[in-house]
């Protein structure tokens, strides 16, 4: 069986003691095995990527810019390719795949622009003769560790900013689904970039605990799930490490009374089951303000979702794909189960999906359940899954406390036609990415991303502005340049321009 391997040092290497099996979701048969990086592995790789860094450091941006120029025009030549292989592995829809790979390719496009990035800010005369200015100098080695959801998108939310500001990078991606990811990095070398500079170990927990605790790394970057961002977060503070952990997340919509109800269901069928629902930006629960609009939701919703076709990757007239694992499919079921069991209705029962060809394949239906409450499990936890919960509210302060009451802060948003109301929600919603009428808010590459509360730990968000501040470090210079026989007296004081 093919292995997907590591790349470390621009080169590609197989060998493992302990290897995983990867699954096409559709199929439900696995068609890989991944290496499971070792201790010893991910270290070569951490050496490679310092050895790289003093020369990488010192190549001007301009260059390095050009390397990702040459980068995005090979990630479009080989897009058909890599959407190839996340529907192999992922199990998303091509028209899906090809959605997440523009986007990452975005944050290609803002990383060529590092030399305008990195010009700092300058100062003129802060005192007599005296000039000051602030740079942003890179860190050294740098980490990515990458979820399943997005594998060619969320690593390049990371290592081509982080690269272009002059880091060298160890990236950890999904064992769930590699490959695509792993040939992003080969096309990378292909434009250009230096050996070892970028390095990528697949594995898990074993090769992610190096990565925290090695002093040779600097920062982290981390995307996936709240528990383990947590963890990611305390270990690599703990090790003095900068660092940045996104995590999961239960994203709201509140429909209000006057919204446009039509547009309102088209918006949600796709950002509820786009994706299967695997997306950390993905609405999982509909606030409906008033019975009316909460009758007439639910009853579009369950016209609308009657065509919805569920599928492999391959046939891009599919809505969308089977969940990552059989595990996580029995778990999302076991949420649909826990919800009608405390008293909610299934209206909508996507438990048992027919897909013809692909009776093995780790599918869920879409399913829409009514009447769910805040007390019940499926409403407090993530599902990430193809389901759309409706909860009913009486006002929409109801509905606003509802959302800055849970313990995630990701994304949200309103549909309403009332622009006095969509300001005041945007303006005292406790969470990080806010829609109008937009079902998924999420941040294009020239902003930054990232969520509030258990949503995100550290100050920084991923990309964007935010990203550049992420792998620089600030430093400020203060010189002068005394004129030819001119001797300054000691000074006891506090220097000021007094
Ligand atoms: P996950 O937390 O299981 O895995 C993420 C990464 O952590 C993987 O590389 C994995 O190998 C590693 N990992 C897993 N267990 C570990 C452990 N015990 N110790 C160290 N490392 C470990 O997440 P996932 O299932 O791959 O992805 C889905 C989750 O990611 C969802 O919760 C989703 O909301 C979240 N997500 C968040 C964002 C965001 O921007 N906030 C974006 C995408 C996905």
Known sequence: MNIVGHLINGQINTDAARTQEVFNPATGLASKQVALASKQTVEEAIAAAEAAYPQWRNTPAIKRARIMFRFKELLEQNADRICELI????GKISHDAAGELQRGIENVEYACGIPELLKGEYSKNV????????EFQPLGVV?????????????????PLAIACGNTFVLKPSERDPSSTLFIAQLLHEAGLPEGVLNVVNGDKEAVDVLLTDERIKAVSFVGSTPIAEYIYTTANANGKRCQALGGAKNHAIVMPDADMDNAVNQLLGAAFGSSGERCMALSVAVAVGDAAADALVAKMRDAMQTLKVGAYSDSSNDFGPVITRQHQQKVVGYIDSAEADGASVVVDGRAPQVSGYEEGFFVGATLIDGVTPAMQSYQEEIFGPVLQVVRVESMDEAMQLINDHEYGNGTCIFTRDGEAARYFSDHIQVGMVGINIPLPVPVAYHSFGGWKRSLFGDLHAYGPDGVRF?????????RWPSAGVREGAEFSMPTMK
Do not use: L
């Open 471 to 479: 792998y620089t470090k600030r430093k400020t210079i203060t010189q």
């Open 143 to 159: 980490a990515g560790i990458t979820p399943f959801n997005f594998p060619a998108m969320v690593p390049m939310w990371m290592f």
């Open 127 to 134: 005192g007599p003769n005296i000039d000051s200015w602030s």
């Open 87 to 90: 529907g192999e592995e992922h």
